[in-house]
């Protein structure tokens, strides 16, 4: 028996067959929690599904099941592949036209056309990611900012909490009629760098994303420990150095509370805000399938309401791992 082993026993005050026992008894509940348990929802979550699925007719025939939605799923990478092929002929074709038209004429000027074909679903699910993050992003910027102001200033706080609850509780899709509105009047460039609806989309999601974000900042500067507040004055440190040092680290855990709570309804709101102003993106995908009415368009509504879940939980999940690994507060877990 080693030396190492003599000091867990005294330790413990196990023995080692003992030490054993408890470990292997630690690492197989650990198993059971995070592996077993997981598995056997999603199991029990898909035989639930599919018996009821079997009991629903619709007037597009039977509510689809999980094979169904598999099959549809299958079916729709096949789709964006296939529409891949074609861009890619449409623009060799473009070319090979343009080499003919330069040899016959040096003076010619090639012109590449844009591919105008359909969008597939992973474009569109690749449209959603890009006006979320966008427009979560520019809320960013201006809420946490805004927020920080406000934790500092009682002033400011006064001036501003009664505008902050007021446009709180209203609805991000109200506001969509008034920002087409206002983007149709004044984005009015005949070369636009970026089409309407995306923008129309991305203002929508930042508005309904500043609120959470503006008052967890706010909340969580204002309640940081009087004793860092004394230190920074101890120090004399300026205003900015005092909001990088001793603000930011001690709010990160609130800020980042807000951000979370932000992103998850941003997601939410933006394909609604798709669905009601027929922006490309998921919302779209659903709205169109719904109008389409085939035999198919249940299973591929259902794919997508899939498909929007499992990315919004992997933007919660994102946003909680980037909080762990800039945060001092390692608690966050859920």
Same mark, same amino acid.
């Given at each position: 028996?080693?030396?190492?082993?003599?000091?867990?026993?005294?330790?413990?005050?196990?023995?080692? #067959?003992?030490?054993?026992? =408890?470990?292997?008894?630690?690492?197989?509940?650990?198993? $059971?929690?995070?592996?077993?348990?997981?598995?056997?929802?999603?199991?029990?979550?898909?035989?639930? +599904?599919?018996?009821?699925?079997?009991? $629903?007719?619709?007037? /597009?025939?039977?509510? #689809?099941?999980?094979?169904?939605?598999?099959?549809?799923?299958?079916?729709?990478?096949?789709?964006? !592949?296939?529409?891949?092929?074609?861009?890619?002929?449409?623009?060799?074709? !473009?070319?090979?036209?343009?080499?003919?038209?330069? *040899?016959?004429?040096?003076?010619?000027?090639?012109?590449?056309? *844009?591919?105008?074909?359909?969008?597939?679903?992973?474009? @569109?699910?690749?449209?959603?990611?890009?006006?979320?993050?966008?427009?979560?992003?520019?809320?960013?910027?201006?809420?946490?900012?805004?927020?920080?102001?406000?934790?500092?200033?009682?002033?400011?706080?006064?001036?501003?909490?009664?505008?902050?609850?007021?446009?709180? #509780?209203? &609805?991000?899709?109200? +506001? /969509? %009629?008034?920002?087409?509105?206002?983007?149709?009047?004044?984005?009015?460039? #005949?070369?636009?760098?970026?089409?309407?609806?995306?923008?129309? &989309?991305?203002?929508?999601?930042?508005?309904?994303?500043?609120?959470?974000?503006?008052?967890?900042?706010?909340?969580?500067?204002?309640?940081?420990?009087?004793?860092?507040?004394?230190?920074?004055?101890?120090?004399?440190?300026?205003?900015?150095?005092?909001?990088?040092? $001793?603000?930011? %680290?001690?709010?990160?855990?609130?800020?980042?509370?807000?951000?979370?709570? &932000?992103?998850?309804?941003? +997601?939410?709101?933006?394909?609604?805000?798709?669905?009601?102003? @027929?922006?490309?993106? /998921?919302?779209?995908? =659903?709205?169109?399938?719904?109008?389409?009415?085939?035999?198919?368009?249940?299973?591929?509504?259902?794919?997508?309401?899939?498909?929007?879940?499992? $990315?919004?939980?992997?933007?919660?999940?994102?946003?909680?791992?980037? @909080?762990?690994? =800039?945060? +001092?507060?390692?608690? *966050? &877990? @859920?």
């Amino acid at each position: 028996m080693n030396t190492t082993t003599v000091n867990a026993e005294k330790l413990t005050g196990f023995k080692l #067959p003992q030490l054993r026992q =408890v470990f292997s008894g630690i690492i197989v509940s650990g198993v $059971i929690r995070l592996v077993a348990l997981p598995l056997a929802g999603i199991l029990a979550f898909l035989l639930l +599904w599919s018996v009821t699925a079997q009991n $629903i007719d619709t007037s /597009l025939g039977k509510f #689809p099941g999980p094979a169904a939605v598999m099959e549809q799923f299958n079916a729709l990478y096949d789709e964006h !592949q296939r529409s891949r092929k074609k861009e890619q002929a449409f623009y060799e074709r !473009q070319e090979k036209r343009n080499a003919e038209r330069v *040899a016959k004429d040096p003076n010619y000027t090639p012109k590449i056309r *844009a591919y105008t074909g359909k969008e597939t679903f992973l474009d @569109q699910i690749i449209t959603s990611l890009v006006t979320v993050m966008s427009g979560f992003l520019l809320a960013v910027a201006i809420a946490v900012p805004l927020g920080i102001a406000i934790g500092l200033s009682k002033t400011l706080n006064s001036a501003i909490n009664p505008i902050i609850q007021i446009f709180k #509780p209203v &609805s991000p899709l109200a +506001w /969509l %009629p008034l920002v087409t509105m206002v983007v149709s009047a004044l984005y009015t460039s #005949p070369d636009p760098v970026v089409a309407k609806s995306f923008l129309n &989309s991305l203002i929508t999601v930042t508005l309904c994303c500043i609120w959470p974000m503006v008052i967890n900042t706010a909340v969580g500067v204002a309640g940081i420990d009087n004793d860092l507040v004394n230190v920074s004055k101890v120090l004399r440190l300026p205003a900015l150095r005092h909001v990088q040092k $001793i603000v930011l %680290p001690a709010s990160v855990p609130m800020i980042f509370t807000g951000m979370r709570l &932000s992103l998850g309804v941003a +997601w939410m709101v933006l394909i609604a805000a798709e669905m009601l102003a @027929q922006n490309p993106g /998921l919302g779209k995908f =659903v709205w169109d399938e719904f109008q389409n009415g085939s035999s198919d368009s249940l299973a591929r509504i259902m794919t997508a309401v899939l498909v929007i879940g499992f $990315i919004g939980f992997l933007l919660d999940r994102g946003m909680l791992t980037l @909080q762990k690994l =800039v945060s +001092w507060d390692k608690s *966050a &877990s @859920q």
